[in-house]
């Protein structure tokens, strides 16, 4: 059964200090690992999408790379901005979305 | 402004109340999706769409169903909604199922309570 999971559930961290999220996953025949951010009240937002191990994405203080086990969001000096709930997702065959149910990010000024 | 709308946005109902949730984006998109989002369980499949008249099941489908006769919309129906559908519910499309170039776009959300 194709299954995601996150950790940790939540992360507290001081802005400036750099921290990972992790999300390992388990699927038969990965098309796509998928990144989100939500804040609260509002839609996901798209962030990235890898699609073979060894893949890396930048976008700004975010890095998103992947292996054949799990994937990892990189946070690079965080603001307070930063704060949000960032999700993983993966997409099968089927084109059938999991998603983990989330790493709550809290960064402090 | 290129958008996936919902409708509507909070919605107070009774057990057995047939309803529709409305889902509508102007991107031309191929894919649609519906989500439900409860606390600890996450985000949650209930059916997709990779085309017009083509519609799938997700990982939670029992009581909902969904059609899609254009391009543009894809409702949810509750046909007879229970407390346990009480849930915060977002549509989502992507441009193409296409390996590479699917990306999904969230519309607000709606948050259903049914009593």
């Known amino acids: 059964e194709d299954q995601v999971t996150q950790s940790p559930e939540a992360l507290r961290l001081q802005e400036g200090e750099s921290s990972s999220l992790n999300c390992s996953y388990t699927?038969?025949?990965?098309?796509?690992l998928f990144w989100y951010r939500q804040d609260p009240g509002k839609g996901p937002e798209f962030l990235f999408t890898l699609y073979s191990a060894g893949e890396e994405k930048e976008k700004e203080r975010l890095k998103a790379t992947l292996t054949k086990k799990e994937s990892f969001l990189h946070i690079t000096a965080p603001k307070p901005e930063d704060s949000a709930t960032y999700l993983c997702a993966v997409n099968s065959g089927t084109y059938k979305y999991i998603f983990g149910t989330g790493t709550r990010l809290k960064v402090l000024a | 402004e290129a958008q996936v709308t919902q409708n509507p946005r909070y919605l107070i109902t009774v057990t057995g109340k047939k309803l529709t949730v409305t889902c509508s984006q102007n991107m031309n998109h191929e894919y649609m999706s519906w989500y439900r989002q409860d606390p600890g369980l996450g985000l949650r499949q209930i059916y997709y769409?990779?085309?017009?008249?083509?519609?799938d099941k997700g990982d939670v489908p029992e009581g909902y169903k969904v059609s899609r006769k254009e391009k543009r919309n894809f409702p949810l129906i509750l046909e007879s909604p229970s407390p346990n559908q009480t849930s915060l519910y977002f549509c989502?499309?992507?441009?193409?199922?296409?390996?590479?170039?699917?990306?999904?776009?969230f519309g607000p959300g709606t948050r259903l309570l049914v009593l």
């Open positions: 989502a499309s992507s441009p193409t199922i296409d390996r590479k170039k699917e990306t999904q776009y």
């Open positions: 699927v038969s025949g990965l098309r796509g």
């Open positions: 769409s990779m085309n017009v008249e083509v519609t």
